[in-house]
């Protein structure tokens, strides 16, 4: 009989229990000598779980057998729960292996062939499924309490932290505790995200520039970075949500858990909520949204409920709308706001940005704006330039006096020549580094906006925003519009360049017919005249009150 044997272990404490896979591949080639079977190939897992079939070695065994069933009988396993732990991929795959005239054996529960063969082999499988789920949930109970006594539940710190052990009676229990090497990096990564305004590629690229690499010496990548930003831990808040298959048998108030003031925090709750509100703010729009003929798609958020809004036809599809995501999908119940004519509120938005945003005053600041960032570059570039210069000078006096010391014959060439080549190196560095910077200078220089110049640009974006195309006009509205969010009695749009701060808010409103709440950057358009034209039909028959 010609058998493949397949061994798999999920976890340490497995191996320590007997379950290593040296030792399950023993007892089956004992077992395959005692039969006389001969041994085609060896198939083994280590660290996967059963409940999934996807485990390299596992794919790699089927993969075999559907390409040598022909030489095939059986797959031996040390229990079946080593072949599956997932009754329903259990299912398929010995179905699968059947067809294919390859029997799954196990060594240490041998099921005798007869009507009941089926049955007892499915009864062992629901067993071991089962046991499973009853022990992916008491270690999900178990890591909750623990989380909430203040301990540390997992057995890898997160980045900027290291493990503390903590005698917690008998047991071992474990806290976090910055890292030195690590916890400077948590915060400089929060600053150049919030303060710089810098993406986590960006970020990525310039901590791995620099040579910088995490405690375990791996580079830093994106993913890293948005999971640095996006965890509360830095804080100090642990929470924990179990996402994991298994967790949809606990109760919904067990499928999570938070404990504020764990642990030391690396950061401070402003800092974050602020990435938190700028990773929302940078989501990318998808791309049926880019493909839309709805202008304002993507920019859109309803201010009862925060949902997205989304473009919506009439049944007739000759009227167009944008509707609150909750309510069209939930109802009323969900959220009331219901939906806003389209053509009507792209109309006051494009209104409104020609109006408020390309006015001179406006264009003024932000010429003014600009300008001051550029000669802030200005002197930063000439403090770098200063101390390159120094740095240039003192390694060119270190190189003068290594060459004069050769030359008057205190020194051998040879004895000197590594000494002479490194510094001949750095003198060129930082000659390319102060050329750069010179080219930096002339661009910023280069760079300073004159009013007379914007204007005629100026012209240019308005006739776009009158006469191009729905996608050309999307675009230029997502430059300079972070979010539109529209409620039942007033329209809020918040740009992402500065506005005019004028202590005359009444004048400024009694001509724009806007005023100003919040941030400089927040335009609130309060007016009710604005409630009308923005209802479809059925919402102005419900809201008549207002009118």
């Not at 402003?270 to 709805?294: E, G, M, N, V």
Request: some cysteine; proline content about 4%.
């Amino acid at each position: 009989m010609n058998v493949v044997l397949y061994a798999r272990v999920s976890s340490e404490r497995q191996a320590d229990k007997g379950l290593a896979i040296p030792s399950q591949l023993r007892e089956l080639r004992r077992f395959c000598e005692g039969k006389s079977h001969t041994v085609l190939r060896e198939f083994t897992d280590e660290g996967f779980s059963g409940t999934t079939d996807k485990r390299p070695g596992f794919q790699a065994m089927i993969s075999y057998c559907r390409l040598n069933h022909e030489r095939l009988d059986g797959l031996l396993v040390w229990k079946f729960n080593r072949f599956s732990r997932e009754r329903v991929d259990s299912a398929v795959y010995k179905r699968y292996l059947r067809k294919l005239d390859i029997t799954v054996i196990s060594i240490t529960e041998p099921i005798a062939e007869s009507i009941d063969s089926e049955l007892m082999e499915a009864l062992v499988e629901a067993m071991d499924s089962r046991f499973s789920k009853s022990l992916a949930q008491d270690v999900m109970r178990g890591m909750r309490e623990v989380a909430k006594r203040g301990f540390y539940p997992f057995s890898a710190p997160t980045i900027g932290y290291n493990r503390k052990e903590i005698r917690d009676g008998k047991a071992k229990r474990y806290t976090l505790v910055p890292d030195e090497q690590e916890a400077p990096f948590v915060g400089r990564i929060f600053d150049m995200y919030v303060n710089k305004q810098m993406g986590a590629k960006g970020i990525a690229v310039t901590l791995n520039d620099e040579g910088l690499t995490t405690k375990k010496g791996k580079p830093w990548s994106t993913k890293r970075i948005l999971s640095i930003l996006s965890n509360p831990i830095y804080t100090g808040t642990l929470h924990i949500e179990f996402t994991c298959d298994n967790a949809r048998y606990l109760p919904p108030e067990d499928r999570s858990v938070t404990v504020e003031n764990a642990f030391a925090p690396l950061i401070g709750a402003d800092i974050f909520a602020q990435a938190q509100r700028l990773r929302k703010q940078r989501a990318r729009t998808s791309p049926r949204c880019l493909a839309s003929h709805y202008l304002l798609i993507g920019l859109l958020t309803c201010q009862q409920c925060g949902s997205k809004l989304y473009g919506v036809s009439g049944k007739s599809s000759r009227h167009f709308y944008y509707a609150c995501k909750r309510y069209y999908e939930s109802g009323k119940r969900a959220c009331d706001f219901g939906m806003v004519n389209r053509n009507r509120l792209d109309n006051i938005v494009l209104e409104k940005v020609a109006e408020v945003l390309l006015s001179d005053s406006n264009l003024q600041l932000l010429a003014e704006e600009v300008n001051k960032e550029l000669y802030g570059n200005e002197e930063r570039i000439s403090e770098q330039h200063h101390l390159l210069t120094a740095q240039l000078h003192k390694k060119q006096k270190q190189l003068d006096r290594l060459v004069d010391a050769v030359e008057t014959g205190q020194i051998t060439a040879s004895a000197l020549q590594p000494r002479i080549n490194a510094r001949q190196v750095e003198v060129e560095k930082l000659l390319i580094k102060l050329r750069q910077l010179d080219q930096q200078d002339e661009i910023t220089e280069a760079s300073a906006i004159d009013l007379e110049r914007v204007r005629p640009y100026v012209e240019s974006l308005k006739n776009t925003l009158s006469t191009a195309p729905v996608t050309t006009q999307r675009s230029v509205l997502q430059s300079f519009i972070r979010e539109i969010e529209v409620g039942k009695d007033e329209l809020s749009i918040e740009f992402t360049i500065p506005r005019e701060n004028t202590d005359r808010e009444q004048d400024f409103a009694s001509v724009l017919g806007t005023v100003k709440s919040g941030t400089p950057e927040r335009t609130r358009t309060s007016d009710l005249r604005f409630r009308k034209p923005l209802l479809c039909p059925t919402e102005l028959r419900a809201h008549s009150e207002f009118f």
